[in-house]
């Protein structure tokens, strides 16, 4: 075979990152010194939470988007938790409503104002009481709106409907999981959550190391990963691809990516060993251009690749390299990127060394790069749910509708910085 037939050609090839100057970044922010395997960061459009270091108790801090340079060590937070704060959610359908879980055993549902959070935030909306040791992962349902599930070192993974009437919750619309549900209760002590692009599967990663895919509407389990090399530990559906992506560790202790077919965890369809680090890979999907990242928990590195839903189902392209390790990544939606820099992709990286929350922008250089690339820019998921949460528990399956990038940008220069408005229209 000749080099031509087995190269294989990218427009994405030439990508790299460009972190952001200090000015531009968010500096002396008090990270959380937590231990658990989570990112601690959240981004959208409006705002950026990130999860703070606190004495008696747990919060976190919301600062505006484009709030950046020195953070007031005064700046008011939230902070209604009793317990260490352990994650923190936007909701994708409305960007002033953030989801917390905690070591106190419950999540919370907070209301931020418009302006930002100018006092200290100590009273919830809505408060979630049904687990009874602390809640280490949240998550919001893809595409119902309202609907959120909870997973906590009770063993015990719930959906909650937080629409429902009263400032407290006690009853889930849906129990997933329970211990009953398991020979061995560490089954269902889980390490990550990813739900499809419609929400009707859920895939998990266990104590045990295992993957497995589950109707969360009846807590079945559909399929179990039965590879005894490749030790799971963070999963993720890869939509549009059919494929379902997992990182852990090999038999050998090498970090390791394993993409499988969600309708049959039988065998791996591709494994690749990386590196003998120890710290937990993140993985982050762009649906709209099939890119994967890969950012390990203590690395200064990311790397980048390609996907595609034949073999050799995965490219290599590149990396971005730092000296300074990451604790943890926030991901900004698609709605929020900088289309006149044809940024494709952005990070937050949590540089805990230096208090520092870090922006980093996933460029493609194009030679006019002012002008708006409707190549690099397809219809993406709009931010409007596709059903309410009880259409959903009836047996509802639907995707989101799709936004259309408008190629219409506006700049309004300041005198201290610019604001930009992206356009967007909405197709069903």
């Known amino acids: 075979m000749s080099w031509r037939s087995s190269f294989r050609c990218s427009k994405f090839r030439h990508i790299f990152g460009k972190s952001a100057t200090k000015e531009h970044s968010y500096d002396g922010v008090p990270i959380t010194r937590s231990v658990h395997d989570n990112h601690y960061c959240s981004a959208n459009p409006c705002f950026i939470a990130v999860v703070t270091e606190c004495a008696g108790g747990g919060s976190f801090l919301v600062l505006p988007i484009h709030h950046t340079g020195r953070v007031d060590p005064q700046h008011p937070r939230v902070c209604g938790h009793s317990g260490r704060v352990l994650d923190v959610k936007w909701n994708p359908f409305d960007d002033y409503c953030i989801a917390s879980c905690s070591e106190d055993c419950t999540v919370k549902i907070w209301d931020i104002p418009v302006c930002g959070v100018q006092q200290n935030l100590t009273k919830a909306r809505k408060t979630l009481i049904g687990h009874s040791r602390r809640v280490g992962l949240i998550e919001w349902h893809p595409t119902a709106e309202n609907l959120l599930l909870s997973a906590a070192y009770d063993y015990k993974v719930l959906l909650w409907d937080v629409s429902q009437a009263g400032a407290v919750i006690r009853y889930p619309v849906r129990v997933v999981l329970m211990p009953i549900h398991h020979r061995y209760p560490s089954e269902a002590l889980l390490l990550s959550v990813s739900f499809n692009s419609d929400g009707s599967r859920l895939a998990v990663t266990s104590k045990d190391r295992h993957v497995r895919v589950l109707d969360p509407r009846t ?8 590879s005894n090399s490749h030790k799971a530990n963070k999963v993720l559906y890869i939509g549009g691809l059919k494929l379902l992506l997992s990182t852990g560790s090999s038999s ?24 003998g680090s120890a710290g937990v890979l993140f993985p982050f999907y762009d649906p709209d251009t099939h890119m994967l990242y890969l950012a390990g928990k203590g690395d200064g590195n990311i790397r980048y690749y390609e996907l595609s839903a034949e073999k050799p189902y995965i490219s290599y392209l590149t990396e971005y390299r730092s000296l300074l390790p990451q604790k943890g990544l926030g991901v900004m ?48 998921a709009g931010n409007q749910a596709a059903m309410t949460a009880q259409e959903w528990l009836l047996g509802v399956n639907r995707g989101l509708g799709e936004m259309l990038f408008h190629a219409t940008v506006l700049f309004l220069e300041t005198s201290v910085s610019f604001r930009q408005t992206r356009k967007y229209v909405l197709l069903q």
């Not at 807590?219 to 039965?226: A, E, H, T």
């Not at 929020?336 to 520092?356: M, N, P, Q, S, W």
């Open 219 to 226: 807590g079945k389990i559909l399929q179990v990963s039965s």
């Open 333 to 380: 939606p698609k709605r929020g990127l900088d289309v006149t820099a044809c940024e494709i992709f952005r990070f937050y990286r949590l540089i805990a060394i230096k208090d520092l929350v870090e922006p980093l922008s996933m460029i493609i250089p194009r030679k006019e790069s002012g002008i708006f690339q409707e190549d690099l820019y397809p219809m993406t």
């Open 252 to 275: 050998w202790n090498h970090r390791q990516i394993v993409l499988w077919d969600p309708d049959d965890l039988s065998e791996p369809l591709y494994e690749e060993d990386l590196d």
